[in-house]
């Protein structure tokens, strides 16, 4: 067993060297300035003549200082007058993003409303559309976006860069860095917050012992009041709009594999915690366990990744649904996505196939109206009917469907799909497109096709947040 003092050693010396690691480097940090200064010169000379002109500014990790080596981004948000109305933000922002960042092949993505986005010099550059607003007069969630790089520059200091880095960097070795709906995980602006709360990495994984409690993180007190507008596990107010929850984008597995992560960082600290594809690279397949595997796979008309991961997550759910109703016990499951054109469902069941004799159990016969309504319901279709050993009333009848795949062709048949809990956005390309693959053939699948492999990882893998030092260390 490692004592304190020693532990306390190894901790800093770990923190120190990946803190050396995610620090941007003097050259790395002057290449960003200038693509930076390049776009911002671009936006400008695009919005010379625009009516009322919109002023352009830094948001994000860049503008704020906290990016991490090798990963900058630069978002450049263009704040219109509130005159125009929000429907019209799409028409009158997007075409300034296209046109200033033109010789790049730029492209459109999607949250609320599109945006642009392009590779400047191997940066990836955003353009975003918003409004010039007073602090709760929001018109579009972006809006917040500048005020958050306000208060993060009037509050941070070089140290606390240097301390939500290391918080980034520990999350995305955990792949649990990310707001999108992909991910469900811990935003940039989250990570900032979460330092500014508690000072420094170390008690930010300190703190997360605390967050399964159903804690609410706030900077200021008299913000705590309006936690109790919220209902998700992990409440972290927005300090620049205490009404919104930055914690709600964070999935309840992802708030709980960092609770877990870092109570294992603590027990026995190590640079592993820190190394960008961690995860990646230890997952290994049960392969004991694909023969309980089932996977929905099917192509659909190409859409925003927000989009298709939010209809892919909703119908993941409704459709274990289905099968929990008719027998099907599903131990876990993942979505998974090529972001273009092809998706699939996965599932690992207790049993493929289930007992041919389906057994209701009814209430006990004492209770008399009870049995009555309970038989009414059930006996002239049961095949058997009993009072049990615990004097219950038992009806049973014949599966109709035994088999998971027969009954996932028969859920998402043309002439069903409308019911089975698909998106109505994906349902009719489900129809069109499905195919059913069980067992091995979702292995082979899956070294066909790489973006399959997480997924799978998640359905037949050991997390690898669980996995390792604690049991060993905790005697």
């Known amino acids: 067993m490692v004592d304190i003092p020693e532990r306390v050693e190894k901790t800093l010396k770990v923190l120190a060297e990946a803190a050396r690691r995610v620090e941007p480097g003097f050259n790395e940090k002057k ?21 009322p002109r919109p002023k352009p500014v830094f948001g994000g990790s860049y503008a704020k200082g906290t990016w991490l080596s090798g990963e900058a981004d630069i978002d450049i948000f263009v704040k219109f007058s509130a005159s125009i ?38 940066v990836k550059v955003n353009v975003v559309g918003c409004f010039d607003v007073k602090p709760g007069e929001w018109i579009s969630s972006a809006d917040r976006s500048p005020y958050h790089t306000e208060m993060i520059l009037s509050r941070f200091n070089d140290t606390l860069r240097g301390e939500t880095r290391l918080l980034k960097r520990f999350l995305k070795s955990n792949s649990i860095y990310g707001s999108e709906i992909r991910i469900q995980g811990f935003s940039g602006y989250v990570c900032e917050v979460l330092v500014l709360r508690f000072g420094n990495f170390i008690e930010v994984v300190r703190e997360a012992q605390n967050l399964g409690k159903k804690a609410v993180i706030a900077l200021s007190e008299d913000h705590y009041k309006y936690g109790s507008l919220h209902r ?33 960082f603590l027990v026995r600290p190590s ?30 008309s190409e859409r925003s990744a927000d989009i298709v991961w939010g209809q892919l997550r909703r119908s993941l759910v409704r459709l274990e649904r289905q099968m929990t109703i008719r027998g099907f016990k599903v131990l876990r499951s993942a979505v998974a996505s090529n972001e273009k054109s092809k998706s699939a469902l996965l599932f690992l069941l207790e049993r493929t196939e289930l007992s041919p004799l389906l057994v209701k159990i009814g209430p006990e016969v004492n209770m008399i109206e009870g049995a009555k309504l309970f038989l009414k319901k059930n006996f002239e279709e049961s095949k ?60 082979i699948e899956s070294n066909r096709n790489i973006w399959l492999k997480e997924a799978l990882v998640d359905v037949i893998g050991t997390d ?12």
């Open 384 to 443: 058997m009917t009993w009072i049990g050993g615990d004097g219950r009333l038992y009806v049973t009848n014949l599966r109709r469907q035994r088999d998971v795949a027969s009954l996932l062709k028969q859920l998402l048949a043309a002439s069903n799909i409308s019911s089975s809990g698909v998106a109505p956005g994906l349902a009719g390309d489900v129809a069109k497109t499905l195919k059913i693959v069980k067992g091995s053939e979702v292995l």
């Open 271 to 300: 640079l592993r915690y820190f190394r960008p594809g961690r995860i990646s690279s230890r997952v290994q397949y049960q392969k004991a366990f694909q023969d309980q595997l089932v996977m929905v796979k099917f192509e659909h």
């Open 31 to 51: 290449k960003i300035d200038a693509v930076a200064a390049k776009v911002l010169t671009l936006v400008e000379t695009r919005l010379e003549g625009v009516k």
């Open 232 to 264: 998700s596990p992990l409440i972290i107010l927005d300090p620049v709009d205490p009404r919104r929850n930055l914690g709600a984008a964070i999935s309840r597995k992802n708030s709980s594999r960092f609770i877990f992560a870092s109570h294992c």
């Open 85 to 122: 109305r929000k429907t019209d933000l799409e028409r009158v922002s997007t075409p300034i993003g296209l046109d200033a960042l033109a010789e790049y092949r730029p492209y459109l993505r999607y949250s609320e409303h599109p945006y642009v986005e392009a590779i400047v010099d191997k």
């Open 464 to 475: 690898p947040v669980v996995c390792g030092p604690t049991s060993r260390t905790s005697r």
